[in-house]
C-alpha cells in the first residue's frame, strides 16, 4: 500500500506540468529529497537489511513529501485539478489491502504472544538469575509499551537488535555484577541464554570460538506453552572450568 502511494505521489509530482515550467531553483527541494532518500536506500542495500518497519517508513516520509510537493504546486488548471483528484481516489482504494495486511498480522502476533508471555513469566520466577535472549528466537513477539508506568530493571535482555544496549542494559550489568554480556555469558553461573527450542546454535559456537573461548552449551531448563516446549534454556561453560 505505501509503495503504490509513493508511486502515485511521484508520477503525480512529474505529469505536473506547471512544475516542468519552472525554474531549476525551484526544484531544489525535490533534487533534495532524491538524494537524502538516495542516500538512505544505498544504506539499506549496504546493510543487506530490509525489514517493513524501515522500507515503509521511509517510503511513507517520500509520500508526504511528495504530496506537500503537490500541493504547494496547486493551480487553476482543470486537467491538473483533475489528476491530482484521481491519484488521491486511487490511494484511497488502496488502502483497503493495506488495512487488511495489517489486521492479519495483528491477529497472527495476538496468536503467538503468548508464548513470549511464558517467556517473561519464567524470567520472573527465577529474579535470582539473569537471561539473555536469542534476537532471532523473540523478534516475532510484540511487547506492549506502556502496559505500566514503571520503570523496571527486568532480569532479561536481548542479544542483538534495535534495542541492544540501551542505557538500561548497563544498569542491568551493574546489578547482576557483570563487566559484559559476554563476560557474564561464560563466568557467570546465574547467566543463561533462552532461544527456541528448534533454533541452530552454531552461531555462538562459532562466535565463542573466533573470541577466543573454548565451551559447551548445556541445556538447563525448558520453557512449556500449551504442553509444548517452546523454548529452551541454555548455561555456556568454558571446557576445563568447573
Not at 203 to 213: A, I
Request: hydrophobic letters at 40%.
Amino acid at each position: 500500500m505505501i509503495l503504490s502511494l509513493y508511486g502515485l505521489g511521484f508520477v503525480g509530482v512529474i505529469i505536473n506540468k506547471s512544475a516542468l515550467r519552472k525554474k531549476v531553483k525551484e526544484y531544489a527541494p525535490f533534487i533534495l529529497l532524491f538524494v537524502v532518500r538516495s542516500a538512505i536506500w544505498i544504506y539499506l542495500h549496504y546493510g543487506e537489511r530490509m525489514p517493513l518497519r524501515l522500507t515503509h517508513s521511509v517510503y511513507f516520509a517520500e509520500t508526504l513529501i511528495l504530496f506537500a510537493y503537490l500541493w504547494k504546486l496547486k493551480s487553476k488548471d482543470m486537467k491538473q485539478i483533475l489528476s491530482v483528484f484521481v491519484i488521491v481516489i486511487l490511494c484511497l482504494i488502496n488502502l483497503k489491502p493495506g488495512i487488511n495486511q495489517i489486521t492479519t498480522e495483528i491477529s497472527r502476533r495476538e496468536t503467538i504472544n503468548p508464548e513470549y508471555l511464558a517467556l517473561q513469566e519464567y524470567c520472573r520466577s527465577h529474579q535470582e538469575s539473569y537471561y539473555l535472549l536469542d534476537i532471532y528466537s523473540v523478534v516475532n513477539y510484540t511487547e506492549k509499551v506502556f502496559e505500566s508506568d514503571k520503570t523496571l530493571i527486568k532480569n532479561y535482555d536481548y542479544m542483538g537488535g534495535w534495542g541492544c544496549k540501551s542505557p538500561l542494559y548497563y544498569d542491568k550489568l551493574k546489578t547482576f555484577q557483570m563487566d559484559t554480556m559476554l563476560q557474564g555469558m561464560t563466568e557467570k553461573e546465574n547467566v543463561f541464554m533462552i532461544a527456541k527450542a528448534d533454533a541452530d546454535l552454531e552461531w555462538l559456537k562459532n562466535y565463542l570460538r573466533d573470541m577466543g573461548y573454548q565451551t559447551e552449551i548445556i541445556l538447563q531448563d525448558r520453557i512449556q506453552y500449551q504442553q509444548q516446549i517452546v523454548f529452551h534454556i541454555y548455561q555456556v561453560k568454558e571446557i576445563g572450568n568447573e
